[in-house]
């Protein structure tokens, strides 16, 4: 095996068997020059951390306990193997994501059962220290559903390049702005609903400043930009080139090199998809879908010139090459078994 001080490491969040995966805890790849990945081993054992987030200067790793209701640190040691950094902390139901600020100040998780949003603020040592609750989310759709109140499930957070925090929330079809304010955590800024039934689920940064959102129930995807400070919603779209079915939920959406093309995985049928960027980016316009390699994608990484797919169901990470000009993936590389993937995050 070879030592992963010589080749990138790559964390992968799983489910354990309390979230009724058969991983042990967060897992460790290392990935190499010809775009195979290698299995190290488990970092550390710890129960369902489906989402993992790196600290941006220090050697800690924060996860969640998706079933424990728990977000919990660790501090490199070695290689790759992780230890706790101070004891958990508790969070809100089924905590699905977490996000750590570019200066390293705060960690933000989402809970998709609940819908809380919660800011954790950080020591110098990368350390949580402060938990601040969010305010909660008021279902701007709740006229087209009188009686039926809808249950809001944050589900991801999105550090923005002017300093705030934008938010998805599947169950109230919003995106939401937040600032950061030391010692009160997150403060509403201002929130962009979104089309009712949508379910905006993960986004990403475009180098215009432009957000792309990704939906995982309508699957389709939708461009907000700001104007003054105020995002505004300006595009919306398919997610894939050839519709999707009645069981299809869409999962994560991720940028290639230079932000010409972007790719969405869409559980069910088991597709990635990938869509050209137009227009200063502002349109995802459809290329093609083509098999992700494994069955629910459930999250997925460009590095270089490769594409890494994690199937939750089938225990394995598809590894595709991507044509610089097309934006295209071709065959299936490397396939590497890895037990439950549910992310994958580079360790820096």
Not at 6 to 16: A, C, K, R
Not at 31 to 41: A, K, M, N, P, V
Not at 241 to 262: H, N, W
Not at 303 to 328: K, M
Request: with cysteine; proline share 7%.
């Amino acid at each position: 095996m070879t030592s992963p001080a010589q080749h990138p490491v790559i964390w992968t969040g799983t489910y354990t068997p309390d979230g009724g995966g058969r991983a042990e805890g967060i897992g460790a790849l290392a990935g190499h020059e010809d775009g195979s990945l290698e299995w190290l081993g488990t970092a550390v054992r710890t129960d369902s951390p489906s989402f993992v987030a790196v600290h941006p200067t220090l050697p800690v790793v924060y996860a969640v306990a998706e079933q424990r209701r728990m977000v919990q640190a660790f501090r490199r040691a070695g290689d790759f193997a992780l230890v706790p950094l101070g004891d958990p902390q508790p969070s809100g139901e089924a905590t699905c994501h977490v996000a750590v600020d570019p200066q390293g100040r705060f960690l933000t998780a989402t809970c998709w059962g609940d819908g809380q949003v919660l800011l954790y603020e950080l020591d110098d040592d990368g350390g949580i220290t402060g938990r601040f609750p969010a305010a909660a989310s008021v279902d701007p759709h709740a006229g087209l559903n009188p009686g039926e109140p809808r249950q809001s499930r944050a589900h991801a957070s999105l550090m923005l390049a002017d300093g705030r925090v934008m938010t998805t929330d599947l169950g109230h079809d919003t995106l939401r702005i937040w600032n950061y304010v030391p010692g009160a955590g997150l403060v509403a800024d201002h929130e962009v609903d979104l089309p009712y039934g949508s379910g905006p689920r993960h986004l990403v940064q475009h180098q215009s400043g432009n957000v792309f959102v990704v939906s995982e129930y309508s699957v389709e995807v939708f461009i907000v930009r700001s104007e003054a400070g105020t995002f505004e919603l300006v595009f919306r779209g398919p997610a894939t080139s050839g519709g999707s079915l009645a069981d299809d939920s869409a999962a994560e959406i991720c940028l290639g090199l230079g932000g010409a093309y972007a790719y969405v995985g869409v559980r069910g049928s088991n597709i990635i998809s990938v869509l050209e960027v137009g227009t200063g980016g502002t349109e995802l316009l459809p290329v093609k879908d083509i098999p992700s390699g494994g069955n629910w994608p459930r999250h997925h990484l460009v590095r270089g010139n490769w594409l890494h797919v994690a199937h939750e169901r089938s225990d394995n990470v598809a590894t595709f090459a991507l044509d610089a000009a097309t934006g295209l993936p071709g065959e299936v590389v490397h396939n590497l078994p890895t037990p439950s993937p549910t992310a994958l995050v580079p360790a820096g």
